[in-house]
């Protein structure tokens, strides 16, 4: 029983893991597709349906954490999923007005390549048990470079979005009401920019020691 359960799992996660990646590749495709035939105004258009599929598609991640058919833990999965879903979502996604910034296509680019990637690692480990080393050299050593445009278009994105965002009041819920709450996006977003300055040093020195732990054992092996 526990064999089969095995099996189960890895038909799964093979398959989960193999379908985002499809997504990403889609994305980087359309990115790079519409930088060459009419540039970056339009790169979000292009690419939005497989974006939104792929990134949110992560949210699994997040349960597959909670109940075990990963060992990645979940207090290092959320932020990051989160900080993605927030910009895919409640950035791109809820103020066009951001969709056809330039920081679109370095976002995008960022995010694609690393999830590409990414994807394809645990789809070889799922699939076969094994990933080929220059597949893990680049798991664990792309992130040098990509992982800090990532995370400046994040934050230039967030931060061009704020005027929008204080225009148009979306999401906002004013008082009086019935649950005698208020809440204020515009004010959320600068709280998710300000989170970003202690957040971002942090999940970088944390993929750096994962990166040292994996290539040391792989060095072993």
Same mark, same amino acid.
């Given at each position: 029983?526990?064999?089969?359960?095995?099996?189960?799992?890895?038909?799964?996660?093979?398959?989960?893991?193999?379908?985002?990646?499809?997504?990403?590749?889609?994305?980087?495709?359309?990115?790079?597709?519409?930088?060459?035939?009419?540039?970056?105004?339009?790169?979000?258009?292009?690419?939005?349906?497989?974006?939104?599929?792929?990134?949110?598609?992560?949210? &699994?991640?997040?349960?597959?954490?909670?109940?075990?058919?990963?060992?990645?833990?979940?207090?290092?999965? &959320?932020?990051?999923?989160?900080?993605? &879903?927030?910009?895919?979502?409640?950035?791109?996604?809820?103020?066009?007005?951001?969709?056809?910034?330039?920081?679109?296509?370095?976002?995008?680019?960022?995010?694609?390549?690393?999830?590409?990637?990414?994807?394809?690692?645990?789809?070889?480990?799922?699939?076969?048990?094994?990933?080929?080393?220059?597949?893990?050299?680049?798991?664990?050593?792309?992130?040098?470079?990509?992982?800090?445009?990532?995370?400046?278009?994040?934050?230039? &994105?967030?931060?061009?979005?704020?005027?929008?965002?204080?225009?148009?009041?979306?999401?906002?819920?004013?008082?009086?009401?019935?649950?005698?709450?208020?809440?204020?996006?515009?004010?959320?977003?600068?709280?998710?920019?300000?989170?970003?300055?202690?957040?971002?040093?942090?999940?970088?020195?944390?993929?750096?020691?994962?990166?040292?732990?994996?290539?040391?054992?792989?060095?072993?092996?």
């Amino acid at each position: 029983m526990a064999g089969f359960s095995s099996l189960l799992r890895r038909l799964y996660l093979t398959a989960y893991n193999w379908t985002v990646f499809v997504g990403w590749v889609q994305v980087l495709y359309h990115v790079l597709k519409t930088l060459k035939e009419t540039g970056h105004e339009n790169v979000y258009s292009a690419a939005e349906k497989p974006l939104l599929f792929a990134q949110t598609a992560a949210v &699994l991640e997040i349960l597959h954490g909670l109940v075990g058919l990963v060992r990645s833990p979940v207090s290092a999965t &959320l932020p990051q999923i989160g900080s993605r &879903l927030y910009l895919t979502w409640g950035i791109l996604w809820s103020f066009p007005e951001t969709q056809s910034h330039v920081l679109v296509s370095s976002l995008l680019i960022s995010w694609s390549i690393t999830e590409i990637i990414r994807y394809s690692f645990f789809g070889f480990k799922e699939a076969f048990g094994f990933a080929p080393s220059w597949l893990l050299w680049l798991r664990y050593s792309t992130f040098l470079l990509l992982y800090p445009t990532g995370i400046s278009s994040e934050v230039g &994105l967030i931060y061009t979005a704020l005027p929008f965002i204080k225009a148009s009041e979306n999401y906002c819920i004013r008082m009086p009401n019935t649950w005698n709450f208020s809440f204020d996006y515009f004010y959320a977003a600068i709280v998710a920019l300000g989170i970003y300055v202690p957040g971002s040093p942090h999940m970088y020195r944390y993929m750096l020691a994962q990166r040292k732990k994996a290539l040391s054992k792989s060095k072993r092996e």
